[in-house]
């Protein structure tokens, strides 16, 4: 369970809580150390062979923590709307409905977590938006709208994903 890649994964719990000072090249730090550690942990489960059903689980887990928690953090200091919050996780929205139709449908104890494709693409522009917030850049309601759309993107990919896999 402890492996490379999942300490790169968890590392981003501490990273979140930088954000409780409000100092902008700390809070900068954190994102891009975020950023990194999102980008290589996968790397490294595949190097090393350490991949496992627990990693897959842990790495999109630890990058919701963390964006959740800074947004949080934004949302207290005035530097994000509620709204604009909810729309930069509504992939997370659509995940949860998503698990909801496994749930009802039983297929939820058969179902091999995996990267989604719009989910990585969310992600990296979760992040480039908290860098932008904490710079102080105000993005266009249009900015928000993707962020939505994304989350529409990831619900069908992941509807399609489970509709083309075939019981062994």
Not at 56 to 62: E, K, R, S, V, Y
Not at 131 to 145: K, N, Q, R, V
Not at 149 to 160: P, R, S
């Amino acid at each position: 369970m402890i492996t490379l890649s999942n300490g790169l994964s968890i590392i981003r719990i501490p990273l979140a809580l930088l954000f409780l000072w409000q100092n902008i090249y700390v809070r900068i730090i954190a994102i891009v150390l975020a950023m990194f550690t999102d980008s290589i942990d996968g790397y490294f489960a595949r190097k090393y062979k350490s991949a496992s059903k627990f990693g897959a689980f842990l790495d999109p887990a630890m990058d919701k923590c963390f964006v959740f928690f800074v947004l949080s953090i934004l949302i207290m200091e005035k530097h994000i709307l509620l709204w604009q919050a909810l729309a930069m996780i509504s992939r997370d929205f659509a995940l949860i409905i998503f698990t909801t139709y496994l749930f009802i449908t039983k297929k939820l104890a058969n179902y091999e977590v995996r990267a989604v494709r719009w989910g990585k693409v969310t992600t990296a522009m979760q992040f480039c938006v908290l860098i932008g917030l904490t710079l102080s850049f105000a993005f266009s309601w249009y900015i928000y709208a993707v962020f939505v759309l994304l989350g529409v993107l990831a619900f069908i990919e992941l509807l399609v994903g489970s509709f083309s896999k075939r019981p062994t």
